[in-house]
């Protein structure tokens, strides 16, 4: 009888939270959906659609939107469905039997989870108790410990903290080994390496369209690298991995710059006015502290992480919680106001 390996036999599919909230602050997501002229440019996109045939491959329009929208020259971008494919697609191609890779924590879960189906070796690196990185001691690891290839969230999911494009630059260039900036979050900060991946052989940049681009529904990703990997990426990519919806969508939308770009400034001002909230209940709570943010989240240290959860999900508001903290995403003004008014209200309930 045929019975599964070990490797997947346990494993459970993921199941986001389930059931019909009014704020959805759980999954970091943009927060408003697209206007009703980019939803109508789509349409039209739509329409000359050939569905008896497959997409194009290199996903050429949606690529040249995405290189024009940062500046950077297309060629050395590859279209993905979504990261994660590019992640498990990488990890899979670019390391081989024997092969280590180093992942951080806290950090996106879903590195390491590949690394396991590819049977890769993956070690990791923790933070310091400030949840930021060392970047000292992770060039000393990974030149230490002969790593592959290290791969890290630049912001952080969970965290919101960031290294500077100074301290990213400086682990670039002083290991051997292909170092992969998951860069998802770096359009709600400014210390981006994408304008320079050219000038490196080790370097992969991640970026996605479900954040500030705010079309998680597209399952679009992108990986920034010099030529010669790009080519490699290409190479070993399925040929019609990103469907013609999301490539007509997609390139509709990033050739809206003006109106992407003020979206992103509206996120960051409401991420900041969420912060400032968290930081000032928690003033009356000593176990409640907020950690400063980069990203369209703030990550909240807590002890009461658990009762919080359940109290905000009761007001039909659901956060992510992650042990003894919440993630909470930065949503509309009037999201931000009505969650920060139901944790001041669970405080003086519980007091």
Do not use: H
């Amino acid at each position: 009888m045929y019975t599964l390996n070990d490797k997947i036999k346990n494993l459970v599919p993921y199941e986001p939270i389930s059931g019909t909230y009014e704020v959805r602050l759980d999954a970091n997501e943009c927060p408003d959906n697209l206007p009703e002229f980019v939803r109508e440019e789509i349409k039209a996109e739509i329409d000359r659609l050939a569905f008896n045939r497959y997409p194009d491959p290199m996903a050429t329009a949606v690529v040249e939107a995405f290189a024009s929208y940062y500046g950077i020259d297309p060629a050395l971008v590859t279209a993905g469905n979504g990261s994660d494919e590019l992640i498990f697609l990488i990890e899979a191609a670019f390391l081989e039997k024997g092969d280590k890779m180093l992942v951080v924590s806290p950090d996106f879960s879903m590195y390491n989870f590949y690394s396991s189906i590819c049977e890769v070796e993956c070690e990791t690196f923790i933070k310091n108790d400030d949840l930021d990185i060392d970047a000292d001691a992770l060039i000393e690891k990974v030149n230490g410990d002969g790593i592959n290839l290290v791969m890290f969230s630049n912001p952080c999911n969970p965290t919101g903290r960031g290294i500077t494009a100074e301290e990213a630059r400086r682990l670039v260039t002083s290991v051997d080994a292909l170092v992969i900036l998951d860069e998802a979050y770096m359009d709600f900060w400014d210390q981006s390496l994408l304008d320079e991946v050219e000038k490196y052989s080790n370097l992969i940049i991640f970026r996605t369209a479900s954040k500030a681009v705010g079309s998680a529904a597209l399952r679009l990703g992108f990986a920034v690298a010099n030529e010669t990997i790009s080519r490699a990426i290409k190479a070993v990519k399925s040929p019609y991995n990103v469907n013609s919806f999301s490539q007509a969508a997609g390139a509709v939308i990033y050739k809206n710059k003006e109106y992407l770009q003020n979206r992103q400034k509206t996120i960051v001002k409401n991420r900041e006015t969420l912060y400032n909230g968290l930081v000032s209940l928690g003033k009356s709570q000593p176990d409640f502290t907020p950690i400063e943010s980069v990203a369209n989240f703030v990550f909240v240290r807590t002890s009461r992480a658990g009762e919080i959860f359940a109290y905000l999900k009761s007001k039909s508001i659901v956060v992510r919680l992650m042990g003894s903290y919440l993630r909470i995403t930065a949503g509309t003004e009037q999201e931000v106001e009505r969650v920060l008014y139901s944790i001041k209200e669970y405080f003086e309930v519980t007091a």
